[in-house]
């Protein structure tokens, strides 16, 4: 694959209109595996990302020798309150659940995004630290994609 899964499904929410591209100023802003601190980017608002996390290789298939991936990531969500950031990850959640054979195209390339297994619940991760009272929430998948 040209980009990782996490920055695949980044832009599927940006495609959705769920979350924003950073560099267009825009509500909820989607950054792919870090959560910037505000003091860099003056970021003081509500704000997404997603990362990378471990995969499972479950087999392969037999005609062709393909390895059969789901490919870890988590979304973090930073909040300025707690029922909103709450929210969002549901919402989040709620929209992965309906995957099924949905495309991304990034420059040339196209995903085929087969489905999302979500493998936890919204874990609130509580006050960010030396924060100005921001409130941290993740939730972690599993998605079977391909490149085409």
């Known amino acids: 694959m040209n980009h990782s899964p996490a920055y695949i499904m980044a ?3 940006i495609e959705e209109g769920l979350l924003t591209d950073p560099s267009s100023s825009g509500d909820w802003p989607v950054f792919v595996g870090i959560l910037p601190d505000d003091n860099i980017l003056d970021l003081d608002h509500d704000i997404a990302a997603c990362i990378d996390t471990a995969s499972v290789k479950d087999g392969r298939i037999f005609e062709d020798g393909e390895n059969i991936f789901h490919y870890g ?3 973090l ?3 300025t309150n707690y029922n ?6 549901q919402e989040l959640a709620d929209t992965l659940e309906l995957i099924d054979r949905d495309t991304v195209i990034i420059s040339s390339t196209t995903y085929r995004l087969d489905n999302v297994t979500q493998t936890t619940g919204v874990v609130v991760l509580g006050q960010e630290e030396g924060s100005k009272r921001r409130e941290l ?3 972690n998948f599993l998605v079977t994609l391909k490149e085409i």
Not at 84 to 89: L, P
């Open 11 to 13: 832009q599927y929410f």
């Open 73 to 75: 990531f988590q979304i």
């Open 77 to 79: 969500i930073r909040a």
């Open 84 to 89: 909103t950031g709450y929210q969002k990850a």
């Open 137 to 139: 929430f993740s939730i």
